[in-house]
């Protein structure tokens, strides 16, 4: 087959034809020749193109491959001797599994965009170039630019030479394995972004890509630049639906974000979605849980608010007496009333617990004890013991003004009357 859906000269009677007539007529043949043992229809699965919808069929070419052992053991070795750190650590096995066993790197692929592969064919003519299939030749150098490739075909084949670069680009995990050093203005190797930034420190990403993305970035890192991208590798989990299930338009279960943001809010979505599962766990979203964290950050709203009422007419100065007070320590801590010491004792307990978990990059469970504190001890109870004292005040100083406004009301009319104290 031809790559225009026709058949070549190897098809006999049906070279020329296209696919789909030569399917036709090769059944009209094996009608009329008695071939035809019985005609009965079937349903099949056929694969067809993502972006303009026709039918794709199996064609063996030549393809470009990398070989991907020498690669590999680098990688392997900084993951075994710590230099990298994969979390959750049972999915070392899985990493170290596909690097153990792995093949050599099919990276050609027939697009229009993409990095083209750095290849070059060698002709002897622009007569033999134009004669070529695609241009292509035995004869090839692999080089960075295009007057590299040309020094080294004429060091090796002298001068003349027609040079063609191989239409096919790289399969796009292979530019993606190239990003933490090729956004940094790599292979310049003194390039200011590129000493300052890489290597970096975190990668988070999803496990079901750990090989096709996570690796093949570990890989190039030290295969190009000497030094691995990341030292450690945080895997979360995938989006499921509440019963488990891997969203997909056929099963009509996807959850459209845009729809629960709408309905619930970002804050709501985003909490869920940082303490729903733990690292490397698939999340099954319940909406139930969304509408739960909109009513958490409801109650942070609210006490904001009071928060807020409660400074109302507060000048420059005395914010900023209040932005520098400093609880650290428990000597300043004097003269202050009882809840204000038990709930400062318990917000630095939360801020050791989430340090914690934030260094151990548990993030669940930070958000958890985040969420416990927030609704649990300072909303639900050191709030309200607030506003008991803040009402009791307000309510003295009410009363104060009124017995003052009274007696200085009976006051004068003494003075009025002329009556005075003895």
Not at 53 to 63: A, D
Not at 79 to 88: L, Y
Not at 260 to 282: E, I, P, S, W
């Amino acid at each position: 087959m031809n790559k225009d859906g026709s058949l070549n000269e190897a098809a006999g009677a049906y070279a020329g034809l296209d696919r789909f007539d030569a399917r036709q007529r090769l059944w009209q043949d094996m009608e009329a020749a008695g071939l035809v043992i019985k005609k009965e229809s079937y349903s099949t699965r056929v694969p067809r193109s993502q972006r303009g919808g026709e039918v794709v069929e199996p064609l063996v070419s030549e393809q470009w491959f990398v070989r991907m052992a020498p690669l590999a053991e680098p990688a392997l070795a900084a993951v075994a001797d710590g230099s990298i750190k994969i979390m959750p650590e049972r999915f070392e096995k899985i990493y170290n599994m596909w690097l153990e066993n792995i093949k050599d790197w099919c990276v050609s692929r027939q697009l229009w965009w993409g990095h083209r592969i750095p290849v070059w064919y060698v002709h002897s003519s622009q007569a033999d170039a134009d004669a070529a299939e695609e241009g292509r030749s035995d004869r090839y150098v692999v080089a960075r630019s295009a007057a590299e490739a040309a020094d080294k075909a004429a060091a090796q084949w002298g001068p003349g030479l027609v040079l063609m670069q191989e239409p096919d680009v790289l399969d796009t995990w292979f530019s993606s394995g190239l990003w933490p050093f090729s956004t940094l203005g790599w292979p310049n190797t003194t390039a200011a972004d590129l000493k300052q930034f890489y290597p970096t420190q975190v990668l988070e990403t999803g496990h079901d890509i750990l090989f096709f993305w996570v690796a093949r970035m570990i890989m190039m890192g030290i295969g190009l630049t000497g030094q691995a991208p990341f030292h450690t590798v945080y895997l979360h989990g995938l989006v499921r639906d509440d019963k488990g299930r891997k969203m997909s338009k056929s099963l009509g279960n996807v959850v459209d974000p845009l729809d629960v943001l709408a309905q619930y809010g970002t804050d709501a979505l985003r909490f869920t979605m940082a303490t729903g599962t733990t690292a490397g766990q698939d999340l099954n979203l319940s909406l139930d849980r969304v509408n739960s964290n909109r009513n958490f950050t409801n109650k942070l709203w609210n006490a904001g608010k009071f928060i807020l009422f409660q400074l109302e007419g507060v000048s420059d100065e005395e914010w900023q007496q209040l932005s520098a007070a400093d609880f650290s320590s428990s000597d300043s801590w004097q003269g202050l009333s009882l809840s204000d010491k038990w709930v400062l004792s318990s917000l630095h307990q939360l801020v050791d617990q989430v340090t914690s978990c934030q260094e151990r990059f548990d993030f669940n469970e930070a958000g958890q004890a985040l969420y416990s504190w927030a609704w649990g001890e300072f909303a639900d109870w050191y709030v309200e013991a607030s506003k008991a004292r803040m009402y009791s005040v307000n309510s003295s100083s009410v009363s104060s003004a009124e017995d003052t406004a009274g007696g200085g009301a009976a006051s004068s009319d003494c003075q009025a009357a002329g009556i005075t104290r003895g």
